[in-house]
């Protein structure tokens, strides 16, 4: 499995394509805008899109996935638990300073344990709660990589002052789904660099 990440939106969410290129089928993650960028990566290495997976339900992860969803006839993957942000997300537009884009609920939840499969390899959705009720990461084993949306940053965590937002439940998926993981484990979060699982268990300074 190969991974594209590049920001996207004024608040420079990272977007992920997960692909194969022998299977020519790829998985977007959290396309919150530049939807031409995503389109073009796909149609030049001519992937079929299996599905969209949405971290949670903030405008800047979820903006652009009915959209992509409309053109390339691909689900959209996210918790159930995150259709309420969907109420505020005018809300959200406005103080981005952004318009208000098209969302819908989504066509599977994304619970505890569902399968993504890109190519041969196949990955899980982990419940992490905290930043919103619905937060999800994503991990894939074989490539030793996960997508922490933004429950986990290098050296930070996600902020919990938003509607559904809980920093002890945060800081508990963190530490009981997360850090449980091989230190070795690449985390892409949903703003900013890359780290790990090691990195963060031994520096990050709201977990030490």
């Known amino acids: 499995m190969l991974r594209e990440t590049f920001p996207v939106g004024p608040l420079q969410c990272n977007c992920s394509i997960l692909y194969d290129l022998d ?4 998985t977007v993650v959290d396309p919150g805008d530049d939807l031409v960028r995503i389109l073009g990566f796909l149609a030049q290495h001519g992937l079929k899109l299996r599905q969209i997976v949405v ?10 996935a009915a959209t992509l969803s409309e053109q390339t006839g691909a689900p959209v993957l996210y918790h159930q638990a995150d259709i ?12 981005m300073g952004v ?29 992490t709660p905290g930043h919103t ?34 920093g002890r439940t945060l800081i508990e998926s963190i530490r009981n789904k997360l850090l ?19 990195y963060e268990a031994n520096r990050n300074p709201f977990l030490t």
């Open 84 to 95: 309420f942000q969907l109420s505020w997300m005018e809300q959200q537009a406005a103080w």
């Open 99 to 127: 318009a208000n884009p098209k969302v819908a609920p989504p066509d599977e939840s994304a619970e505890e344990g569902t399968k993504l499969i890109v190519g041969s390899e196949t990955g899980q959705v982990l419940h």
């Open 23 to 26: 299977a020519k089928d790829a």
């Open 180 to 198: 449980t993981l091989p230190e070795e484990t690449v985390v892409v979060a949903g703003h900013g660099p890359s780290t790990s699982i090691g």
């Open 55 to 64: 971290t949670h339900g903030h405008l800047d992860h979820i903006a652009g």
């Open 133 to 166: 009720e619905g937060s999800i990461s994503l991990y894939f084993p074989v490539s030793n990589l996960l997508l922490a949306g933004d429950t986990l940053f290098r050296g930070g965590v996600g902020r919990t002052d938003l509607p559904g937002g809980d």
